[in-house]
């Protein structure tokens, strides 16, 4: 960050609680672990919010899975597999 470089999620992390850079990612992954489980019940108990909308609020959740699965790479999207799901999801799509 002293070159210029954008602070990292796992960055702030890291300073704000004081830990190394693989118990950060180790407990990036529980804090989604513990929050996709909470939006996963919410989705399969809730019944006063239409189906759809429920849908597209899990759908957010999911992308969360590539892009702190081992690193950061959603500020650092060339550095592991993000570039390669991108590019699988809108220039070479699978067709229907």
């Known amino acids: 960050m ?17 830990v190394s850079k693989e118990e950060a990612i180790g407990e990036m992954n529980k804090i989604y ?12 108990t809730t019944t006063a919010v239409p189906r759809p909308i429920l849908v597209r609020c899990l759908n957010v959740s999911r992308p969360i899975h590539h892009f702190y699965k081992e690193r950061d790479e959603f500020t650092d999207p060339y550095f592991g597999m993000l570039k390669e799901v991108i590019t699988s999801l809108f220039i070479h799509p699978i067709p229907l």
């Open 2 to 18: 002293s070159r210029g470089e954008v602070a990292k999620g796992l960055n702030c992390y890291m300073k704000q609680h004081g």
């Open 33 to 44: 672990s513990n929050y996709y489980k909470i939006i996963m019940e919410e989705y399969l």
